[in-house]
């Protein structure tokens, strides 16, 4: 077999296991972003159930509400007015919420942490994969030095640098692509998931309306996430 035959051969295996990767990595990226947006409904909740507990008790000054307060004085209004407008009862459903949010957040660091474990572990897989192949096209190349010295087999000079082009074309825009995206993504996701952990981690009953309001923007913007980044991931997706 012709040495340009055996490097075309070495670079398709290769692209094939960096593609799978790249497919497998690709999937962990789709599922980061579901359970993103799981997350911000998490964050979002929290938020709603805080303001809730924040809302000002009824303004007595205004005639109107005053007029109205005491042509209804039940003992049940007198006992709501006075709770500060919070029936007990929405009062400890809406705590428990809070606590329901804080804890599913928590779980949505866990689940993430662990999947860019993976993902780093794929990439780390590429980078190998890569590695390995480059050692045994270097190895491929010195042993048809060593067999033929300075002179070139007797080959087709158009079938060896149409064969030559191809290999070239497969190592440099194929498998290095798929790495450099992936590379890049995984930043960009851990960046993310950086963001989000101290988010959660500034989290508790005394966090204002503004930082609540920032949170949830934040969040939800994803600003470490190229867009164009991404979709060019997905367009090179087999």
């Not at 035959?5 to 960096?18: A, P």
Request: include cysteine; charged fraction near 25%.
């Amino acid at each position: 077999m012709r040495m340009e035959d055996e490097e075309c051969n070495l670079l398709i295996e290769l692209r094939q296991r960096v593609v799978q990767k790249f497919s497998d990595f690709m999937t962990r990226v789709a599922e980061f972003e579901e359970l993103g947006a799981v997350g911000n409904r998490l964050l979002i909740g929290f938020q709603q159930g805080l303001e809730f507990l924040r809302r000002p008790p009824i303004n007595k000054t205004s005639e109107l509400v005053e007029k109205i307060i005491k042509f209804n004085e039940t003992k049940r209004v007198k006992s709501y007015v006075e709770a500060g407008c919070i029936n007990s009862h929405d009062g400890t459903q809406i705590v428990s919420k809070l606590h329901t949010c804080q804890l599913g957040l928590q779980d949505h660091l866990s689940k993430v942490k662990c999947m860019l474990s993976e993902m780093e572990s794929l990439l780390d897989d590429v980078i190998g994969e890569m590695q390995i192949t480059n050692e045994n096209l270097s190895d491929l190349q010195d042993r048809y030095f060593d067999e033929f010295g300075q002179q070139e087999p007797a080959y087709d000079k158009e079938e060896t640098a149409a064969a030559s082009t191809h290999a070239s074309h497969l190592h440099k825009h194929e498998a290095t692509d798929y790495a450099a995206l992936m590379a890049i993504i995984f930043s960009m996701v851990k960046q993310d998931y950086m963001m989000q952990e101290r988010i959660i981690s500034s989290l508790n009953f005394k966090s204002s309306t503004t930082e609540l309001e920032s949170y949830c923007q934040m969040w939800s913007l994803c600003p470490f996430i190229n867009d164009e980044i991404m979709h060019q991931a997905w367009k090179i997706l087999p």
